[in-house]
């Protein structure tokens, strides 16, 4: 099938080539905007408007919709409320695995980058000290994260870790706390539990991660061991349009024999 082209111009950009015939439209439509997005837009940049690539590509605006919706539905393309529709970032499957997030997006070939918004020594709260075996009242670093991929924020993570196992951890580099926990503490992960739910994003939540409020998140609680002792209780809250889960699965109760 031939697509049409796009190149910008000033003010907009200039569609070339006419589209075929109308049984073909959409998908014409469709292309020129994956081209578009390809060749022009970077992730975060609003497409033209309804109303420009109906005059720009002489087809009505239900083809242009219909090919909207078609790449919003694929995740390219993501719809704000109120604002437009915007090119998406990266998205990430997980196979819920015990590594870090830096890890796993240089794994899957993105560029993954950690803001440390907060990090500080507090007591651990009843359920911290639950979660990581301590008495309430004993002393925890408090790690606060925005962690993105390839500039696009993808998580907020508060993670809690037990001073007695890491001190002067304050003074070290938050980025990545497993490896550190390796190198500098001869602490390595070995094994945890995880549980995900469902949740949607507050005001705050939602300017952190540059989504709208009341936008879908995927809340991962983890609890992290060494050998036998626990190194961290974290949460983190991922954007649902750009993290999804994968698992493998086997049937239950397989056959003796």
């Not at 589209?19 to 439209?25: F, I, M, P, Q, R």
């Not at 919709?65 to 919003?72: H, S």
Request: with cysteine; net charge positive; hydrophobic share 40%.
């Amino acid at each position: 099938m031939i697509r049409g082209t796009a190149r910008a111009r000033p003010g907009g950009y200039q569609f070339d080539r006419p589209l075929g015939v109308a049984t073909t439209k959409r998908a014409h439509v469709r292309g020129i905007l994956e081209q578009l997005i390809d060749a022009e837009l970077n992730a975060g940049e609003a497409i033209p408007s309804e109303r420009a690539l109906v005059t720009r590509l002489g087809v009505s605006r239900v083809t242009i919709r219909q090919a909207i919706a078609d790449l919003v539905e694929s995740g390219a393309l993501q719809r704000v409320h109120g604002k437009g529709t915007y090119v998406t970032g990266p998205q990430v499957d997980s196979r819920l695995h015990l590594t870090s997030f830096s890890r796993e997006m240089r794994d899957r070939g993105l560029s993954p980058a950690t803001v440390v918004l907060s990090a500080s020594e507090v007591p651990a709260r009843d359920e911290v000290a639950f979660a990581l075996r301590i008495r309430p009242g004993r002393p925890v670093v408090c790690v606060k994260r925005l962690r993105s991929a390839e500039g696009t924020p993808m998580a907020y993570e508060v993670g809690y870790y037990p001073s007695m196992l890491f001190p002067g951890l304050l003074q070290r580099e938050l980025g990545s706390l497993y490896d550190v926990f390796a190198s500098d503490y001869g602490i390595a992960a070995t094994s945890g539990e995880q549980t995900v739910r469902a949740e949607s994003a507050d005001a705050s939540l939602a300017r952190l991660l540059g989504i709208a409020k009341r936008a879908p998140l995927l809340v991962q609680e983890r609890v992290t061991h060494a050998g036998e002792r626990v190194i961290e209780a974290s949460t983190s809250w991922y954007r649902a349009d750009r993290y999804r889960i994968r698992m493998a699965i086997t049937p239950r109760g397989a056959r003796e024999n």
